[in-house]
């Protein structure tokens, strides 16, 4: 299963509402997590089976989709959020998505 | 809180092998899958397999299999990864990542950069 992410690039403000969007090239039965990626950290799981929050995830990190197509919002924009993210299937395999780069 | 604290940078010729670690803290290291991704910059991720420590028992990507070798000290809770016959697209960054019980990678390292070059 291949995923594709969208858009690569994504500059907003602070307080926005954003949206990353991954598209697998089959339905992924909601087994479709996300992550954040900080320069030189270790990335951190945000998202579980579509939309589910992980535990210590701000709120304002929502997951929803379904079939192939999936997205995560981030509402209210904050300061800390720039970062890289990405989507990884676990339905069939394990694929990732290319990634989005936050910047604001 | 999980933890899985990898090696540093590794600068390697071509030919060569190089052994990453991984150590695993603050849970039971013998009771999950350990993960191990590659990360090319501007290519996404890539799954090269995984190992249970309890065992040994170990499952390669087909990319990988004869890149990667895996395995596991348990009394040190630690995961290693040996890559051998290195090349130039071995350049990137290792990911070791834990598979918890839902069934998702959870808690990941901060990533190992191995770097070939003569």
């Known amino acids: 299963i291949q995923l594709t992410q969208s858009p690569s690039l994504l500059s907003a403000s602070v307080g926005d509402r954003v949206t990353l969007s991954c598209k697998g090239s089959?339905?992924?039965?909601?087994?479709l997590a996300w992550c954040q990626q900080k320069l030189g950290e270790a990335p951190k799981l945000l998202i579980y089976?579509?939309?589910s929050l992980q535990t210590g995830i701000p709120s304002r990190f929502s997951g929803s989709g379904s079939g192939s197509d999936y997205t995560l919002t981030i509402n209210s924009l904050q300061p800390e959020d720039v970062a890289a993210y990405f989507c990884?299937?676990?339905?069939?395999?394990?694929?990732f998505g290319s990634g989005t780069k936050l910047e604001i | 809180q999980v933890q899985l604290q990898q090696s540093g940078a590794e600068l390697a010729k071509p030919g060569t092998s190089v052994k990453l670690s991984c150590k695993a803290s603050?849970?039971?290291?013998?009771?999950?899958?350990l993960y191990w991704v590659k990360q090319r910059p501007g290519q996404g991720l890539e799954w090269i397999g995984y190992?249970?420590?309890?065992?040994?028992?170990?499952y390669y990507s087909e990319k990988f299999k004869g890149k990667a070798t895996f395995t596991a000290d348990t009394s040190s809770s630690t995961a290693y990864m040996l890559l051998g016959s290195l090349t130039p697209e071995d350049s990137a960054y290792y990911f070791c990542?834990?598979?918890?019980?839902?069934?998702?990678?959870?808690?990941w390292g901060q990533g190992a950069s191995v770097t070939v070059s003569s």
């Open positions: 089976n579509t939309n």
């Open positions: 990542a834990r598979l918890g019980l839902r069934g998702v990678l959870d808690a």
């Open positions: 089959q339905n992924i039965n909601n087994y």
């Open positions: 990884y299937q676990y339905n069939t395999g394990l694929t």
């Open positions: 603050d849970y039971t290291f013998t009771s999950y899958y």
């Open positions: 190992i249970y420590p309890e065992n040994g028992a170990n």
